[in-house]
């Protein structure tokens, strides 16, 4: 029963990394920008959130609040950071450094305003209860799993269905042939940065809830997106999200034979495991040399 218990809870892990991975391959896949900051990015929903509830507001206005906040930060990297850099050309390791300075500055101001403790919120959604004969199961992780499912089949079938989404998956090939169809390449951009970094925020708001927040969790979010979007396919939104949901569950399910320290490693062995042996990942395209 411990396995079955440790897979119930690698699943509600493997849903917050699905859907925030999710978002960074949808930035990643539209713009080829390597959004370093989209970390930051569910740092400072997951703060704003419990910032808010903290401070009397209810959780409605409070998920509004970061939700708002998060796509507020994702524009503004990309107006006035990335768009900067690609004007003069700029390297792809002048975008890295930039968005790091920018994740560094993030995590000063949240440990300025909050400390370096962890946040979190309480919330009855938390308590467990028993399932099975030794199976526990808070109602958080349905909320995660229904989260997860409701918000990557919108997304898809924005992507495949409308305009819009089209243009989306067309940006990175080729700019130009979109502006033949009335579609502007820089308004494409900022939809892929505003929808990227909205899909940060569910996951803020359940790990708030659930395990807590500290101002140094960026760096976990961010390697975490990048190991899902390699495992799952670069690019790919639906690797990114099934990927992320392994990651999850391998992450848990380790801790059965393994010390909890290792827990985190051993989503990395994955990562490796697939540069090694599959570097195109889950639904990533092979390139011929």
Not at 142 to 156: D, G, P, R, S, Y
Request: charged share 10%; hydrophobic share 60%.
């Amino acid at each position: 029963m411990l396995i079955l218990q440790l897979l119930v809870s690698g699943i509600q892990t493997g849903a917050i990394y699905a859907l925030t991975a999710a978002g960074f391959a949808l930035i990643f896949g539209a713009t080829r920008i390597f959004h370093v900051a989209h970390g930051a990015t569910f740092a400072l929903a997951g703060y704003a959130f419990v910032g808010l509830v903290n401070g009397g507001f209810g959780w409605p206005l409070a998920c509004l609040g970061a939700l708002v906040l998060a796509v507020a930060f994702g524009l503004a990297m990309d107006r006035f950071v990335y768009r900067p850099i690609q004007r003069h050309e700029g390297s792809f390791f002048t975008v890295f450094v930039a968005a790091f300075g920018v994740t560094i500055m993030v995590q000063s101001l949240i440990e300025i305003g909050f400390g370096r403790s962890f946040a979190a919120v309480s919330t009855p959604l938390t308590r467990a209860h028993q399932l099975l004969p030794g199976l526990y199961v808070a109602e958080v992780f349905w909320v995660a799993v229904a989260a997860a499912l409701v918000l990557f089949a919108a997304v898809t079938l924005f992507l495949e269905r409308t305009r819009l989404g089209i243009g989306l998956r067309a940006l990175s090939e080729n700019p130009e042939l979109l502006r033949a169809y009335g579609l502007s390449a820089r308004r494409l951009s900022m939809i892929a940065f505003g929808l990227g970094s909205a899909l940060a925020v569910p996951g803020a708001v359940l790990t708030a809830i659930t395990t807590g927040l500290q101002p140094s969790i960026s760096a976990q979010v961010m390697l975490v997106s990048l190991a899902a979007s390699v495992v799952g396919g670069i690019g790919s939104l639906r690797g990114a999200a099934l990927a992320g949901l392994l990651l999850g569950v391998v992450e848990n399910l380790v801790v059965s034979v393994l010390d909890t320290q290792w827990s985190s490693a051993a989503g990395f062995v994955v990562l490796f495991a697939f540069i090694l042996f599959r570097p195109s990942g889950l639904f990533g395209r092979a390139v011929a040399r």
